[in-house]
């Protein structure tokens, strides 16, 4: 993270996605290629992902949708901090169980069958 050069109460925050390539020695087609990527932030450990299983990913990766859920569950835990600990309230101990549902279109991207 860095603050953005010009602006002011901006922060930047950066990625880099990496695919582990096709090792496949099948032809590149929808239902063989690899869906494993690695996130990489600067100075922390890299994250391994895949798509989901239901999408042709691996399950011991974390998934987009994994992430998502982990994200909106975890900005609600720091909101929830700051909040008390500005209103003088002390929090002994704080756990989520968070969860996510998505629909799949059965005509359109993503769908399992293509």
Known sequence: M???EGRKNTHDYNTKLVWDANTSALSFEYKTY??????QVERKPDLAG????MFRGAADRYNPEDLFVAALSSCHLLIYLAVCARANVTVPDYADQASGTTDVNPHG???PER
Request: charged residues 20%; hydrophobic residues 10%; without cysteine.
């Open 2 to 4: 860095s603050t953005s």
């Open 34 to 39: 690899s869906r494993k990527y690695h996130i």
């Open 50 to 53: 895949s798509a989901d299983p």
């Open 109 to 111: 991207s993503g769908h």
